[in-house]
């Protein structure tokens, strides 16, 4: 049985920093395409960054210069380092795995096949 789960949310103020952690268990993190996404209030789930099986990233340009996605594969985790946490960053923070087959590129949300439940991001003063 496959569980992805979150940890490390929380309230941070502007500017400050967050290391949000996907914790997989059923699955090899690194033989699968991981992900992050987020769903702010009001919007649509959206990408934040990717990591594939042959260590290629992807950060959306919101967040690029500021997150980074890591992998450690000694602990089967995926970590979103935050840096410069604005408020537009408050949202509910997800991750996401796809085993092979996997094609080459970046994947769309709807083929990813397992989800965490979301730990909650909050920046605010």
């Known amino acids: 049985q496959v569980s992805l789960v979150e940890s490390g949310g929380g309230l941070v103020q502007p500017g400050g920093s967050l290391r949000p952690s996907c914790a997989a268990s059923g699955i090899i993190v690194i033989r699968n395409a991981m992900a992050w996404y987020r769903q702010a209030p009001g919007k649509q789930r959206a990408l934040v960054a990717s990591l594939s099986t042959d260590r290629t990233m992807y950060h959306a340009e919101s967040v690029r210069g500021r997150f980074t996605i890591a992998r450690d594969n000694a602990k089967n985790t995926v970590d979103l380092q935050m840096n410069s946490l604005k408020p537009e960053d408050t949202a509910v923070y997800y991750c996401?795995?796809?085993?092979?087959?996997?094609?080459?590129?970046?994947?769309?949300?709807?083929?990813?096949?397992?989800w965490g439940q979301g730990t909650q991001v909050t920046v605010s003063s």
């Open positions: 996401a795995a796809r085993g092979p087959p996997i094609r080459l590129g970046k994947l769309t949300q709807w083929e990813y096949e397992y």
